[in-house]
């Protein structure tokens, strides 16, 4: 059977590799190719790489990085950031990327998620999902591109997203972006019964036990970042993945 | 020197990557008249997105014609991957248009009835092939590969099949018919498990 993938997310800032903690401070933690070049290396099942900027500062991708680090990744790549339109997503699959992220243009008008999919198929759709808690301790959608929640109910989105063409969704928990101090596993319970894709779960990833806790808890795949780059207490900069038998282990395979 | 047919949709860049990688000659043409028909060559045949609207675009743009004249050399040898596999096939439970017609079989979507798979199936997964498919070739086993797909072949002649795939049920992920090869799964995008099954084909 298939085994649950596990997943570096890689967050692009100015072409420079970067690490926010709560979606905030982005660090420097350095050269995207050369991490790319790591990862690859050490067979990553999957990559995503977001341009936290481009929608922000209203950009277009930075297609000429996107295409050299697709160049280096012989595994599935995944992009997101400043896509507003199907050319834009046209040109980047055309690089070598199969998969493309999409939020800030979708988020009011899905309309472009069924306008690619139709020609890419599902497979090729990824709806990001960000998700931060109120002063009541609810979750409430958050939109990365100007940091504010919408009020709009996240689950109903995530559903809609799902029926305009998205075959995957990627959720993330703002609160416990960057901190290693679990995943919030109590998402998973919420969303997980009204999806019928896979659904990557992603924020405060900390160990290969959290993983498989997310995993048995209803993810298909679990997503992280600076699990993946730093080490020890001092956030030292250190790519590291799970080897593949350690992996299997863990789901018992 | 393999060509890589690029029709429309397809990452035919990540596979002219991987080429590239193995030291393979490798060129992408988007136009069915660069075809080379000289004896031994050798096509990959890319797609992603849906069947009827990839099918659309290969009888728009010319290539059925050229492809069948590809194949009638029998040391010619094609490659498809993905939905580029399932073309080969006479149809598809996707769209309403006939498929390449290149193997008897056809293409139907994965049974959901177990409501623990999700669909698409997405990620790696293990994969049994028979012992002289020569596309795996010194591959250790167990090996993996990537899949991204809702759809499978199925009804295919048994000696056709050379590798099988599990999720929720076994179905066919990698065929041979005569000088026609498929795969469902991305060696592409499937490290060197990828990168050694696309140097065994350029190898055949």
Same mark, same amino acid.
């Given at each position: 059977?298939?085994?649950?993938?596990?997943?570096?997310?890689? *967050?692009?800032?100015?072409?420079?590799?970067?690490?926010?903690?709560? @979606?905030?401070?982005?660090?420097?933690?350095?050269?995207?190719?050369? #991490?790319?070049?790591?990862?690859?290396?050490?067979?990553?099942?999957?990559?995503?790489?977001?341009?936290?900027? /481009?929608?922000?500062?209203?950009?277009?991708?930075?297609?000429? *990085?996107?295409?050299?680090?697709?160049?280096?990744?012989?595994?599935?790549?995944?992009?997101?950031?400043?896509?507003?339109? @199907?050319?834009?997503?046209?040109? +980047? @699959?055309?690089?070598?990327?199969?998969?493309?992220?999409?939020?800030?243009?979708?988020?009011?008008?899905?309309?472009?998620?069924?306008? +690619?999919?139709?020609?890419?198929?599902?497979?090729?759709?990824?709806?990001?999902?960000?998700?931060?808690?109120?002063?009541?301790?609810?979750?409430?959608? @958050?939109?990365?591109?100007?940091?504010?929640?919408?009020?709009?109910?996240?689950?109903?989105?995530?559903?809609? /997203?799902?029926? /305009?063409? #998205?075959?995957?969704?990627?959720?993330? #928990?703002?609160?416990?972006? =960057?901190?290693?101090?679990?995943?919030? +596993?109590?998402?998973?319970?919420? +969303?997980?019964?009204?999806?019928?894709?896979?659904?990557?779960?992603?924020? =405060?990833?900390?160990?290969?036990?959290?993983?498989?806790?997310?995993?048995?808890?209803? /993810?298909?795949?679990?997503?992280?970042?600076?699990?993946?780059?730093?080490?020890?207490?001092?956030?030292?900069?250190?790519?590291?993945?799970?080897?593949?038998?350690?992996?299997?282990?863990?789901?018992?395979? | 020197?393999?060509?890589?047919?690029?029709?429309?949709?397809?990452?035919?860049?990540?596979?002219?990557?991987?080429?590239?990688?193995?030291?393979?000659?490798?060129?992408?043409?988007? !136009?069915?008249?660069?075809?080379?028909?000289?004896?031994?060559?050798?096509?990959?045949?890319?797609?992603?997105?849906?069947?009827?609207?990839?099918?659309?675009?290969?009888?728009?743009?010319?290539?059925?014609?050229?492809?069948?004249?590809?194949?009638?050399?029998?040391?010619?040898?094609?490659?498809?991957?993905?939905?580029?596999?399932?073309?080969?096939?006479?149809?598809?439970?996707?769209?309403?248009?006939?498929?390449?017609?290149?193997?008897?079989?056809?293409? %139907?979507?994965?049974?959901?009835? !177990?409501?623990?798979?999700?669909?698409?199936?997405?990620?790696?997964?293990?994969?049994?092939?028979?012992?002289?498919?020569?596309?795996?070739?010194?591959?250790?086993?167990?090996?993996?590969?990537?899949?991204?797909?809702?759809?499978?072949?199925?009804?295919?002649?048994? !000696?056709?099949?050379?590798?099988?795939?599990?999720?929720?049920?076994?179905?066919?992920?990698? %065929?041979?018919?005569?000088?026609?090869?498929? %795969?469902?799964?991305?060696?592409?995008?499937?490290?060197?498990?990828?990168?050694?099954?696309?140097?065994?084909?350029?190898?055949?």
């Amino acid at each position: 059977m298939i085994k649950p993938r596990v997943i570096p997310v890689l *967050l692009l800032k100015n072409g420079g590799l970067y690490k926010t903690m709560k @979606f905030e401070k982005p660090k420097y933690v350095g050269d995207p190719l050369n #991490a790319i070049k790591i990862f690859n290396e050490k067979e990553v099942d999957e990559l995503i790489v977001l341009d936290i900027d /481009a929608s922000k500062n209203r950009k277009e991708p930075d297609y000429h *990085l996107i295409e050299q680090f697709a160049g280096e990744c012989f595994m599935p790549v995944c992009y997101g950031g400043g896509i507003s339109n @199907f050319e834009q997503a046209q040109r +980047i @699959f055309s690089l070598g990327i199969e998969k493309i992220s999409l939020q800030s243009s979708v988020l009011n008008n899905l309309d472009l998620i069924s306008e +690619i999919s139709a020609v890419y198929g599902n497979q090729a759709v990824v709806f990001s999902l960000d998700l931060k808690k109120n002063l009541f301790g609810n979750y409430k959608l @958050f939109s990365s591109s100007n940091h504010k929640t919408v009020d709009i109910s996240w689950k109903k989105v995530a559903v809609d /997203a799902v029926n /305009a063409g #998205a075959g995957e969704i990627l959720i993330n #928990a703002v609160d416990r972006d =960057g901190t290693l101090q679990g995943l919030d +596993i109590d998402i998973l319970g919420e +969303i997980k019964p009204l999806l019928s894709v896979p659904l990557i779960f992603c924020g =405060g990833l900390n160990s290969l036990e959290n993983i498989k806790l997310a995993v048995s808890n209803g /993810a298909d795949a679990v997503a992280g970042g600076a699990f993946f780059v730093f080490n020890g207490p001092h956030r030292a900069v250190l790519i590291s993945y799970p080897k593949y038998n350690d992996l299997t282990t863990l789901f018992g395979g | 020197m393999i060509q890589i047919v690029n029709y429309g949709v397809g990452n035919f860049t990540a596979v002219a990557n991987m080429l590239d990688r193995i030291g393979t000659k490798c060129e992408i043409i988007a !136009d069915p008249n660069h075809i080379v028909y000289d004896d031994f060559s050798k096509l990959i045949f890319p797609g992603v997105g849906s069947f009827d609207a990839a099918m659309s675009l290969i009888i728009s743009n010319g290539w059925v014609n050229p492809l069948n004249k590809f194949i009638e050399n029998p040391n010619n040898k094609l490659l498809g991957i993905c939905l580029g596999m399932q073309l080969l096939f006479e149809k598809s439970e996707e769209g309403q248009l006939q498929g390449m017609n290149f193997i008897p079989g056809k293409v %139907v979507k994965f049974n959901a009835s !177990d409501v623990s798979i999700r669909i698409p199936h997405m990620g790696w997964n293990n994969v049994e092939f028979k012992d002289k498919a020569n596309l795996f070739k010194d591959i250790p086993v167990p090996t993996r590969f990537y899949f991204a797909h809702s759809y499978h072949i199925a009804d295919i002649h048994k !000696d056709d099949i050379q590798a099988t795939c599990n999720y929720g049920y076994s179905f066919p992920c990698a %065929v041979k018919k005569d000088n026609i090869y498929g %795969v469902q799964f991305h060696p592409e995008k499937s490290h060197k498990f990828g990168l050694k099954l696309l140097e065994n084909f350029s190898n055949l």
